[in-house]
């Protein structure tokens, strides 16, 4: 028996898209911390990263990861404003 995942993220590349277009010519930080954000993922892929790497979706290791996940060509649909 083969179990396969399946996420539709065709909505959540064209939030971020669209978050893009709205943010441009604007400044991005999005809070006072100095934090902004860079993109999303949907809640399978995350946890995909989370099980190869090791760690828990939430922490601020996860979230370096998925910035320089987000930063490569492969997942650069899921980037604020690709």
Known sequence: MTITHTADVGPLMQAMKDY???LKGQHKKVSNTGTRLVGGVDPLTAAMW????????GTPEFAAY?????????WSKFRVGH
């Open 50 to 57: 989370a099980k190869d790497t090791g760690l828990r979706v």
């Open 66 to 74: 998925a910035i320089k996940k987000l930063e490569s060509n492969e």
């Open 20 to 22: 893009g277009d709205i």
